[in-house]
């Protein structure tokens, strides 16, 4: 790994890192902007579903991810904070930047194990700071993949990859058309859906499910209906005058109950 040093934001070399926030609402061609430091060292780790095609580093960044970046077999250009801001199009305060490239999206029915199996199914989640930090409870609670309606937004939105602290990058997911398509899926595998809403049986209550697939949907409106009803309704009791949680801190409390003994001893927090 021998860093490129660039002063020039015009340099062709940045292009995939000019405009980034233009260029994550409009798409990036099969690419995807990596942020911060923590996120970097995912995208090279061995857990990555995913590769870097490049890295951009602030001068002073460089030392301390020399290690992690040993291996990489991508370019590594620095340039100055003012440079990357420039390109950017907005202050670049973490100096740490990458592009990586994304593959097809996985099969939803590949992503469904034999044996014990604990997905989550999001629905309408158009939230990117919701999305990533679902993504980092599935991590955390040993969830093998998350399935997303094709109203809920992309897991590979640089917010959302920087808020799920790079899981996002780890944990397979796949997308279906719509809530129904979740519950076909269940059918097909023997999963039993799980929906989440408020003032329903208390989630604690629920035997072990061997095989689930917890049902999540958008804050305010949650899950439609037709969703719930063929579903196993649970919800998490609280204090009077609160009638909900955020569906990431929600998400948490229901994988954490449905995840059960799904993680070794030493990996317990």
């Given at each position: 790994m021998r860093p490129i040093p660039i002063?020039?934001?015009?340099?062709p070399r940045l292009a995939p890192y000019a405009a980034i926030r233009e260029r994550d609402l409009v798409g990036r061609q099969g690419r995807f902007v990596a942020e911060g430091e923590v996120v970097l060292r995912v995208l090279l780790s061995g857990r990555s579903?995913?590769?870097a095609e490049s890295v951009l580093l602030a001068p002073e960044?460089?030392?301390?991810?020399?290690?992690?970046?040993?291996?990489?077999d991508a370019p590594v250009y620095v340039a100055a904070r003012p440079v990357m801001s420039a390109l950017a199009g907005f202050p670049i305060h973490r100096g740490v930047l990458a592009i990586g490239r994304g593959g097809p999206v996985?099969?939803?029915?590949?992503?469904?194990?034999?044996?014990?199996?604990l997905l989550v199914g999001l629905v309408g989640l158009a939230n990117h700071d919701n999305v990533g930090g679902l993504f980092r409870n599935a991590a955390a609670f040993g969830a093998d993949g998350v399935l997303m309606d094709a109203a809920t937004c992309d897991p590979l939105y640089r917010k959302a990859i920087r808020v799920s602290a790079g899981t996002s990058l780890t944990v397979p997911f796949g997308r279906v058309p719509d809530g129904a398509a979740l519950l076909d899926l269940c059918a097909r595998h023997a999963l039993v859906p799980v929906a989440l809403t408020p003032g329903a049986e208390d989630?604690?209550?629920?035997?072990?499910?061997?095989?689930?697939l917890?049902?999540?949907g958008t804050e305010g409106t949650g899950l439609p209906e037709g969703l719930m009803s063929r579903a196993r309704r649970v919800g998490i009791p609280m204090a009077p005058g609160?009638?909900?949680?955020?569906?990431?801190?929600?998400?948490?409390v229901a994988l954490h109950r449905?995840?059960?003994?799904?993680?070794?001893?030493?990996?317990?927090?």
């Open positions: 002063d020039d934001p015009a340099d579903r995913f590769r960044r460089l030392p301390a991810l020399e290690p992690a970046l040993a291996a990489c996985a099969n939803p029915d590949a992503l469904v194990p034999d044996g014990p199996a989630i604690a209550a629920l035997p072990p499910l061997p095989r689930a917890l049902l999540l609160v009638d909900s949680l955020n569906v990431a801190v929600a998400g948490a449905l995840g059960g003994g799904r993680l070794p001893a030493r990996d317990r927090a």
